[in-house]
């Protein structure tokens, strides 16, 4: 690998890190300041805001400047949201500012790889990126909950500045603090990233020109066999997954009693599970062997519903990590062959923003109703139980689907799937 991938994996690992960090220090900064448990809920869908309404322009600005430069800016702009937090901006509205740093930081992250490395190596880079987040989700959980714990906070909390009032007053104050020197540092990383010599593509003056591109590579792949079917399972996984981070916050809060410090292990726990799952799928399931997983995905949105009767720690720690197993073993197959069939259709850049779109908008939508639901003051267990019993009829419906194009389209799906055995073999 060239010198300026492990630049990237830096970046990119301190900067998932801080977004999943960020998220925790944002529950207890709303906790602290007595914030109704909606509000809380709400980080969720806040966070997908710009994912959505950006969709059809980050991709494009991504390519119209160096991919090192729209990952610097992206990260000043998260740093700036973590400002906001501090100096008195409602939560909501400064972590909203992070989701727009996000938006903008995706596209550059993978775009830079098919520029930076030979086509020979973007499974193998894409493998490290993948393992990396998954790595940093975890690690950034933990941290979050470690940083407003009452042990680190009172160390955060006792340096002090000659000269200069921070403000930062807080355990949850001080450990945004902490997180957006990560951001910082995510930042200068990111200035060390090559130029990788491509030729800029600039944006057209008219940028509502972009819109009609985007929606029909979007209505391309809804349309496409595989695609529609693989598109409709990861845009539902990571829908509920987006979500799911904090409804195991609230069921352990509800089921445990637990508080942030020790729920945000909890959450930690699911994705140890979630990485062993994609790992095994990895191994053991081919491309065109993909469809075969989804059955799995009535299984999780069954244990989801499950979830409610326990009530020790001792049980939770392995159904945790087995809800996650079956999540990444489901989401990893999928994943794959949605990213062929884009790449096949209409190239991966534009693939990607198009199943970005679709999957922050599941979880916008879904946090929505999480968050409504809870300001309507149903309980974590009500909210737990609708939202597996949705995971598990909608998969039944994608599964249903899946077996109707195979009885109506067979022939069009056996020359699909005889492509991505072949494209699997080389």
């Given at each position: 690998?060239?010198r300026?991938?492990?630049?990237i994996?830096?970046?990119?690992?301190f900067?998932?890190?801080?977004?999943n960090a960020?998220f925790?220090?944002?529950?207890a900064?709303?906790?602290?300041?007595?914030?109704?448990?909606w509000q809380?809920a709400?980080l969720?869908p806040?966070?997908?805001?710009f994912?959505?309404?950006?969709?059809p322009?980050?991709?494009?600005f991504?390519?119209?400047?160096?991919?090192?430069?729209?990952?610097?800016f992206?990260n000043?702009v998260k740093?700036?949201?973590?400002?906001?937090?501090?100096f008195?901006?409602?939560?909501?509205?400064?972590?909203?500012?992070?989701?727009?740093?996000?938006a903008?930081y995706?596209?550059?992250?993978?775009?830079?790889l098919t520029e930076?490395?030979p086509?020979?190596?973007?499974?193998?880079?894409?493998?490290?990126?993948?393992?990396l987040?998954?790595?940093s989700?975890i690690?950034?959980?933990?941290?979050g909950?470690?940083?407003?714990?009452?042990?680190?906070?009172n160390?955060?909390l006792s340096?002090?500045?000659?000269?200069?009032d921070?403000?930062v007053?807080?355990p949850a104050?001080?450990a945004?603090?902490?997180?957006?020197?990560?951001?910082?540092?995510?930042?200068?990383?990111?200035?060390?990233?090559?130029?990788?010599?491509?030729?800029?593509?600039p944006l057209p003056?008219?940028?509502?020109?972009?819109?009609p591109?985007?929606w029909?590579?979007?209505?391309r792949?809804?349309?496409?066999?595989?695609?529609?079917?693989?598109?409709?399972?990861t845009?539902l996984?990571?829908?509920?997954?987006?979500n799911?981070?904090?409804?195991v916050?609230?069921?352990?809060?509800a089921?445990l009693?637990?508080?942030?410090?020790?729920?945000s292990?909890l959450?930690?726990?699911?994705?140890?599970?979630?990485a062993?799952g994609a790992?095994?799928?990895?191994?053991?399931?081919?491309?065109?062997?993909?469809?075969t997983v989804?059955?799995?995905?009535?299984l999780?949105?069954?244990?989801?519903?499950?979830?409610?009767f326990?009530?020790?720690l001792w049980?939770?720690?392995p159904?945790?990590i087995?809800l996650?197993g079956?999540g990444?073993f489901?989401?990893v197959?999928?994943n794959?062959l949605?990213?062929?069939r884009?790449?096949?259709?209409?190239?991966?850049g534009r693939s990607?923003?198009v199943?970005?779109?679709?999957e922050q908008?599941?979880i916008?939508?879904l946090?929505f109703i999480?968050?409504?639901?809870?300001?309507a003051g149903?309980?974590a267990?009500?909210?737990?139980?609708?939202f597996?019993?949705?995971?598990?009829?909608?998969?039944v419906?994608?599964?249903?689907?899946?077996?109707?194009?195979?009885r109506?389209?067979p022939?069009e799906i056996?020359?699909?799937?005889a492509i991505?055995r072949?494209?699997h073999?080389?």
């Amino acid at each position: 690998m060239k010198r300026g991938f492990y630049v990237i994996m830096a970046a990119q690992f301190f900067s998932s890190l801080a977004d999943n960090a960020i998220f925790i220090a944002a529950i207890a900064l709303l906790r602290a300041d007595g914030a109704q448990d909606w509000q809380t809920a709400a980080l969720v869908p806040i966070f997908a805001f710009f994912y959505v309404v950006l969709a059809p322009l980050v991709g494009a600005f991504a390519d119209s400047q160096p991919k090192g430069r729209v990952m610097f800016f992206s990260n000043a702009v998260k740093a700036v949201g973590c400002a906001m937090m501090l100096f008195g901006s409602h939560p909501l509205l400064s972590y909203a500012v992070v989701g727009l740093g996000a938006a903008a930081y995706s596209p550059a992250k993978y775009g830079i790889l098919t520029e930076l490395l030979p086509p020979s190596q973007l499974v193998k880079a894409n493998g490290w990126i993948e393992g990396l987040t998954i790595a940093s989700i975890i690690l950034g959980v933990l941290l979050g909950g470690q940083l407003v714990s009452p042990y680190v906070a009172n160390h955060l909390l006792s340096f002090d500045f000659p000269f200069v009032d921070t403000g930062v007053e807080t355990p949850a104050e001080a450990a945004i603090a902490a997180i957006m020197v990560l951001y910082v540092l995510a930042a200068m990383i990111n200035m060390r990233i090559p130029h990788t010599g491509v030729v800029m593509r600039p944006l057209p003056r008219n940028l509502f020109s972009l819109l009609p591109d985007f929606w029909r590579c979007n209505a391309r792949l809804w349309n496409d066999r595989l695609g529609q079917i693989s598109l409709a399972t990861t845009t539902l996984f990571w829908g509920v997954s987006g979500n799911l981070r904090y409804l195991v916050l609230a069921w352990a809060a509800a089921a445990l009693g637990y508080g942030v410090p020790q729920a945000s292990k909890l959450v930690g726990v699911v994705a140890i599970g979630t990485a062993v799952g994609a790992i095994w799928a990895s191994m053991r399931v081919r491309l065109d062997r993909a469809t075969t997983v989804m059955p799995l995905g009535v299984l999780m949105g069954a244990l989801v519903i499950l979830l409610i009767f326990i009530d020790e720690l001792w049980m939770a720690v392995p159904f945790l990590i087995l809800l996650g197993g079956l999540g990444g073993f489901l989401v990893v197959p999928m994943n794959a062959l949605l990213q062929h069939r884009g790449h096949n259709l209409m190239g991966a850049g534009r693939s990607i923003a198009v199943q970005n779109f679709n999957e922050q908008a599941c979880i916008l939508g879904l946090g929505f109703i999480y968050s409504m639901s809870t300001k309507a003051g149903a309980s974590a267990y009500v909210s737990v139980f609708w939202f597996g019993l949705l995971v598990t009829l909608t998969m039944v419906a994608i599964q249903g689907w899946y077996l109707y194009n195979l009885r109506h389209h067979p022939i069009e799906i056996k020359r699909l799937l005889a492509i991505a055995r072949s494209d699997h073999k080389h």
